[in-house]
Structure formats: C-alpha cells, structure tokens
C-alpha cells in the first residue's frame, strides 16, 4: 500500500547480505528535502554494513518510479539559499550512491522523472518495465538537469543527453533508455522483472565483497570532482529557481 505521509517513507530489509531501500511518497514518488536527506544517510549507513553485499533500489505501488524534486516544495522556494539546498538534495544522494562501497541496483517499475532519472542513472545495473518511460522536463519550468546531467550523461552520453533534455516533453521509451545504457534490462511487466532481479542479486551476494567494493571504485573512477561539481550546479538551479520566468511558469503549472 503507497504511503499516504506528506514527508515521504523510507524503509531498509536486508536479507541474505541483499539490502533492500524502498522509497515513497504520495506524489508519484517524488522527493521531498526530507526524503532526500535520509535517503543518502541511508546510502552512508548501509555502505559501512559489512553484512550487506549488494544494495536494490526501489519505490513504492506499481506505477511511477519516481517523479523527481517535490512540486510544492519547489513551488514554494523563496530565497537563493533556500534554491540551493532544494537542489543540493540531488546532489547529496547521488554523491551517497556514487561513494557507497555497495552495488546498486535499480529497480524502475514505471515511469521516471528528472531528478528520478537521475537515481537511476546514479545505479550501477538497472532493471525495468516497458512501462519504465523517462522524461527530463526541467526546461519547460526555466531551469535545466544541471544536478542529475553528470550521472546521466556518464551513462548515456553527450548526444543522448542533448536529445532526452532538449525535449522535455517527449517521453523516450524505457527501450530508448536500454539502447542509450541507462536500462541493463528491459522486461514485460513486474512479475518477470522481478524474477530477474531476484536471480541476479542472489548470484552478485554470493561474490567476493572486497571484488565487488574494489570494482564498483574502478567503475566510478574520475568523478572525484562531483564532490564540488554537484553541489555547485545546485546552486545555478536554484539562482534560476528563482527567475522570473521559472516563477510565472511555476505558477501555470500550479493553477
């Protein structure tokens, strides 16, 4: 049953050395600051938990994964530095999922949007529906993906980029997605996917951890500068935030 609480729900199973982390929030799964605060301290907390191996990735419900930054939050910025710590949310979990000794994997049942294409992307192996569309659309509200753009361009690339940002209001299916190196796997419904992902993290919590944590380093390797480079883009989006433009586009989308 999704969670009915305006702050969003969080919770952590781990069982056989595979930590499972299941978000939620009544709003499609969007995040608010909270959400993103205790998700990345969980990121950190599990990172340090030599009982766990490999870490899955989910939402609540089985529809949208996750609709990116919180709509009223944002709505409801007032200040620069209240912009920058908005968007700095991002930028802290997708550092906490970069940094994390772990492997993670997504598991991306519906559709995805900005900041959650971002998590996805932050992912080291991805599972996903057809039903799993994707969708930056942060430009038709006057800002852009500067937080999330370091991780999703790493997976995708430049030209991809380009294409998926420059239409914020086109949905790219989740086989564009696959096709791009954002998706590993792309499956029928839940029910097959989640037959995969059970088989596929029982086998990688069954390998050599110290392997798994050395190479996950490997894998990440060059974007020390993220460290910086996020949050730095938190605060160009959140001096946009509040722009004139994204101010009147905010308040059409919220009538």
């Given at each position: 049953?999704?969670?009915s609480r ?21 709003a ?36 949208a994964?996750?609709a990116?930054?919180?709509f009223d ?23 906490a ?13 519906g ?5 959650g294409?971002?998590l ?9 529906t057809?039903a ?20 999703v ?21 989740a ?20 037959k ?40 160009i ?19």
């Amino acid at each position: 049953m999704p969670t009915s609480r305006e702050n969003g729900s969080l919770y952590t199973n781990i069982q056989n050395n595979i930590a499972t982390i299941e978000f939620g929030h009544p709003a499609s799964n969007s995040f608010v600051s909270e959400l993103l605060d205790r998700l990345a301290k969980e990121f950190d907390k599990i990172s340090e938990d030599d009982t766990v191996h490999v870490i899955i990735l989910k939402s609540e419900g089985d529809r949208a994964f996750c609709a990116g930054a919180s709509f009223d939050e944002l709505v409801a910025v007032s200040t620069l530095e209240e912009g920058k710590v908005f968007f700095n949310g991002f930028a802290t979990v997708i550092n906490a999922m970069r940094t994390c000794k772990k492997v993670i994997i997504g598991r991306i049942q519906g559709k995805t949007v900005g900041g959650g294409v971002g998590l996805a992307a932050a992912c080291d192996y991805v599972f996903a529906t057809e039903a799993a569309s994707i969708k930056l659309s942060e430009l038709t509200i006057g800002i852009a993906p500067f937080v999330i753009a370091p991780a999703v361009a790493r997976k995708i690339g430049v030209a991809a980029m380009s294409e998926l940002s420059l239409t914020p209001t086109e949905w790219k299916t989740a086989y564009w997605a696959q096709e791009k190196g954002l998706f590993s796997k792309v499956f029928d419904g839940v029910k097959d996917l989640d037959k995969e992902l059970d088989f596929f993290t029982t086998n990688l919590s069954k390998y050599n951890p110290q392997a798994l944590k050395d190479w996950k380093k490997i894998l990440w390797e060059n974007t020390d500068h993220w460290d910086t480079l996020l949050p730095e883009r938190a605060a160009i989006t959140g001096k946009l935030a509040m722009s004139e433009f994204t101010k009147n586009a905010l308040s059409k989308f919220n009538k």
